[in-house]
């Protein structure tokens, strides 16, 4: 199975982000600009969190929050909180955590800093792949 520098050199490694400052409205705007669940929350180069939609749903709508008036900071999930992988990790390893921890995004951090970020279906994509591979390579393998 492929580690998760091979699936980010064929997925690409591009991270969007905003600062803990940012209004919960204004990385909603991004997050629905770029069709994504989850924004990195980098202060000053270092990843200080992640705001995907779960944060929104539990933060801001259920307790009556303004999304226009509230900090991205007041309702991220905290680095100390964040799940985070390697390179050198499996898609493997991936699966496994997401499955355990029931998280959906996977920052993925080489010497403390972020070089990208694997989603739910980053993981899934992949893994359905290298089983459709398997299945054919067993089929050849039976043909003769």
């Not at 270092?46 to 929104?56: A, H, M, P, T």
């Not at 509230?70 to 499996?90: A, G, S």
């Not at 699966?95 to 899934?124: A, C, Q, W, Y």
């Amino acid at each position: 199975m492929k580690t998760v520098r091979q699936l980010l050199d064929v997925k690409g490694r591009e991270i969007h982000s905003v600062t803990s400052d940012t209004t919960v409205y204004d990385a909603l705007a991004i997050m629905a600009d770029k069709h994504i669940g989850a924004l990195l929350v980098i202060d000053a180069g270092q990843l200080v969190g992640i705001f995907s939609e779960r944060d929104y749903a539990r933060s801001i709508v259920l307790k009556g929050k303004s999304s226009k008036n509230t900090p991205v900071k007041e309702i991220m999930t905290p680095q100390h909180c964040l799940i985070t992988v390697t390179p050198d990790n499996t898609v493997s390893d991936c699966l496994n955590l997401i499955s355990n921890k029931r998280i959906r995004h996977l920052p993925v951090l080489e010497d403390g800093k972020v070089v990208g970020i694997l989603s739910i279906g980053d993981i899934v994509k992949e893994t359905i792949a290298y089983q459709q591979f398997l299945i054919e390579q067993l089929e050849n393998y039976i043909r003769g």
